[in-house]
């Protein structure tokens, strides 16, 4: 059992440290080829934090544990609303621009509803991944016409790469073919190690994606956000946490409807999507009321989720 846990946990690390290499020599890559932040933050960076669920829900499909992919993108996005949002709202208070409350909240509102009506008959089939897509390029289209409308907002962009180095084009080129190769392997790392483990533990695969591997992959999140909001770029904090969420429900639950249909327990609907769907109404409710994200609601959200993790801890061992 230890191997498989400490092989678990060396493929997280390598996981999110490779995320990180992939996207810095991408967005090196694209700046010494002339590409505006504006395009890189909306491309390159918004894919590049959910690259770890992504890889790991393609390599599940692909080892035939589809069930380690939806908990994945559920429990990811369970982490970075009650985990990511509620630790960077103690560390440093969240205000929300109208703009995120505009466009990306509703964007957010309109992805988890079109999920759930996709996971409703209790079946993620192809046809569900199909409308995911179209849901993800639907906002997408939305989001860089927004900002074109508005280059002023490439301001708030540029601020993602503020602390990406200056190097050749040959070396961004290097960062980004190995991070994105230690990505693949170490996404079928974590992924055979996760279902060795549940299958030593004699617990649904479901509940290991929902639990250390989604832990696993919010830390880039966890790290951005935390790190964003204490330099006072709370937008940032804001728009990287409801990016990857949308990301998550549009694109990594699409990957096991497509490569692995699969019927999903009515535990899955109400317990799971049920939370997920909770901290997103409870997100969308501090935002409109007060417009903000205080250290006492961010002490709530993170609650929850601490709150979530024991009743699934109760329920394996049960």
């Avoid at 509102?109 to 390029?137: E, K, P, Q, R």
């Avoid at 301001?155 to 994105?180: C, E, N, Q």
């Avoid at 999903?264 to 317990?271: K, Y």
């Amino acid at each position: 059992m230890l191997l498989p846990i400490a092989i678990l946990a060396a493929g997280l690390v390598l996981l999110v440290w490779s995320a990180e290499r992939f996207v810095s020599g991408a967005a090196v890559t694209a700046t010494n080829l002339g590409v505006s932040n504006l395009v890189i933050g909306l491309t390159i960076v918004s894919i590049g934090t959910s690259a770890p669920e992504i890889l790991v829900a393609i390599s599940a499909s692909l080892e035939a544990a589809p069930k380690l992919a939806i908990g994945n993108a559920i429990g990811s996005n369970i982490a970075n609303i009650g985990l990511v949002l509620g630790v960077t709202a103690i560390a440093a208070q969240l205000p929300f621009s109208r703009e995120i409350l505009k466009h990306e909240v509703r964007w957010l509102i309109g992805a988890t509803l079109l999920a759930l009506f996709c996971l409703v008959n209790l079946y993620l089939g192809s046809l569900d991944g199909l409308f995911l897509l179209v849901g993800l390029g639907l906002i997408l289209y939305l989001m860089f016409n927004k900002q074109s409308l508005k280059p002023q907002s490439q301001g708030i962009a540029s601020r993602d790469f503020a602390d990406i180095p200056s190097m050749p084009t040959h070396k961004g080129v290097l960062w980004l073919i190995l991070g994105l190769l230690l990505l693949l392997i170490s996404a079928q790392v974590v992924t055979k190690a996760a279902v060795e483990i549940a299958n030593q533990l004699g617990i649904d695969e479901l509940i290991i994606g929902l639990t250390v591997v989604a832990i696993g992959t919010s830390l880039p999140e966890l790290a951005a956000s935390v790190t964003a909001a204490v330099k006072g770029h709370a937008e940032i904090a804001i728009g990287n946490v409801i990016g990857s969420n949308i990301l998550n429900i549009l694109a990594v639950l699409a990957v096991p409807a497509l490569m692995h249909p699969i019927a999903i327990d009515s535990i899955v609907l109400w317990r799971d999507y049920g939370v997920m769907t909770l901290l997103t109404v409870i997100l969308i409710v501090f935002a409109h009321w007060r417009g903000t994200i205080s250290r006492f609601e961010g002490t709530l959200m993170f609650c929850i989720w601490i709150g979530y993790n024991v009743v699934l801890y109760m329920q394996a061992s049960a």
